[in-house]
Nanobody, 124 residues
Framework: QVQLVESGGGLVQAGGSLRLSCAAS????????MGWFRQAPGKEREFVAA????????YYEDSVKGRFTISRDNAKNTVYLQMNSLKPEDTAVYYC?????????????????WGQGTQVTVSS
């Protein structure tokens, strides 16, 4: 059983930056593809970014390409999401997820474990 704990959310002005972290425990972190998703009020949870087991492959949702960067540190059992040039439409609860596969996956149904989420609010 893998436990995931997100941190780093908060309130930021448009154009600002935040760095989310997700600490994993209870499993072999390097055996999992990792992802970030978000859910805004009244909307479905959507894919944001994914990374394969060693960080060599990453994928991004089109609206965050060039602004967000996903990375991982397997020695620290942690995955990160660096978010720059934030926009009000990025406001959502951000979730970290782990998939029991080595490659990066972009769909929610492939993820086995989820964190509790961290709120990101971008003011205009």
């Amino acid at each position: 059983q893998v436990q995931l704990v997100e941190s780093g959310g908060g309130l930021v002005q448009a154009g600002g930056s935040l760095r989310l972290s997700c600490a994993a425990s209870g499993g072999t972190f390097s055996s999992y593809g990792m992802g970030w998703f978000r859910q805004a009020p009244g909307k479905e949870r959507e894919f944001v970014a994914a990374i394969n087991w060693n960080g060599a492959n990453t994928y991004y949702e089109d609206s965050v390409k060039g602004r967000f960067t996903i990375s991982r540190d397997n020695a620290k059992n942690t995955v990160y999401l660096q978010m720059n040039s934030l926009k009000p439409e990025d406001t959502a609860v951000y979730y970290c997820a782990a998939a029991a596969v080595l490659f990066a996956v972009t769909t929610t149904r492939h993820y086995n474990y989820w964190g509790q989420g961290t709120q990101v609010t971008v003011s205009s």
